[in-house]
Nanobody, 121 residues
């Protein structure tokens, strides 16, 4: 079955770069049926879409985060990664990776469990 698992440091210092990896099993990230997304949820707030990487490696980012966000992939490991630079405490959130079904124009059918990243000195 399809599974997504986020991994990375749970604590990042201000001004540093947050790096997370999503390991996907049960489906190839190069399948043309899906693209792969990062979403976050700050404490007490709603979900915020951060960006997506397509089956061909094309990326799209939220305009509000575009200057600080980079999404990449390692097809040999079936993983995709998030880097968020110059973090501040406002970037503290639970970070999720998710599968987006292309035919649904944005519907996310599988999610990782999420990982809490705290930005603090």
């Amino acid at each position: 079955q399809v599974q997504l698992q986020e991994s990375g440091p749970g604590l990042v210092k201000p001004s540093q770069t947050l790096s997370l990896t999503c390991t996907v099993s049960g489906v190839s990230i190069t399948s043309t049926d899906y693209v792969w997304s990062w979403i976050r949820q700050p404490p007490g707030q709603g979900l915020e879409w951060m960006g997506v990487i397509g089956y061909d490696g094309t990326t799209y980012y939220s305009p509000s985060l575009k200057s600080r966000t980079s999404i990449s992939r390692d097809t040999s490991k079936n993983q995709f990664s998030l880097q968020l630079s110059s973090v501040t405490p406002e970037d503290t959130a639970v970070y999720y990776c998710a599968r987006v079904v292309v035919s649904t124009r944005g519907g996310m059918d599988y999610w990782g469990k999420g990982t809490l990243v705290t930005v603090s000195s």
